[in-house]
């Protein structure tokens, strides 16, 4: 069973950035697709952004044009570039790939985001 282990996460004012890793125990990347998600309290975890294997990415509506997904040549670390954040973007930000559209592996721990108004 693949492992994933997020850092990057922290507090920053509203319009700073952040940028978060995701690292699997091994290199995945390039066969499945990889995702980041997150989840504010008290709400369901959402999906935010994905990234092919063919390195094609898509975001939710609330991130687009903020967010940037991304891989690294060995295709077992994926990244999140989050500009102009928002304190609607505070949540437990959360990596996994993706399987016939759904989360196959484990949860890891996530990497808090909070952003301060």
Same mark, same amino acid.
């Not at 319009?15 to 990889?34: D, E, H, K, N, P």
């Given at each position: &069973?693949?492992q994933?282990?997020?850092s990057? @996460?922290?507090l920053? &004012? ?5 940028r /978060?890793?995701?690292?699997a125990?091994? *290199? ?10 997150? &989840?504010?309290?008290?709400k =369901? #975890? ?6 092919t294997? @063919?390195? #094609?990415?898509?975001?939710? !509506? ?11 040549n ?5 990244f999140?570039?989050?500009?102009? /954040?928002?304190p609607e !973007? ?7 790939? /993706?399987?016939?559209? #759904?989360?196959?592996? *484990?949860?890891? =721990?996530?990497? =808090?985001v909070?952003?301060?108004?």
């Amino acid at each position: &069973q693949v492992q994933l282990v997020e850092s990057g @996460g922290g507090l920053v &004012q509203a319009g700073g950035s952040l940028r /978060l890793s995701c690292v699997a125990s091994t *290199s995945i990347f390039s066969i499945y697709v990889m995702s980041w998600y997150r &989840q504010a309290p008290g709400k =369901q #975890r959402e999906l935010v952004a994905w990234i092919t294997r @063919g390195d #094609r990415t898509n975001y939710t !509506d609330s991130v687009e044009g903020r967010f940037t997904i991304s891989t690294n040549n060995a295709k077992n670390t994926v990244f999140l570039q989050m500009n102009s /954040l928002k304190p609607e !973007d505070t949540a437990v930000y959360y990596c996994n790939v /993706l399987v016939g559209g #759904r989360p196959f592996a *484990s949860w890891g =721990q996530g990497t =808090q985001v909070t952003v301060a108004s």
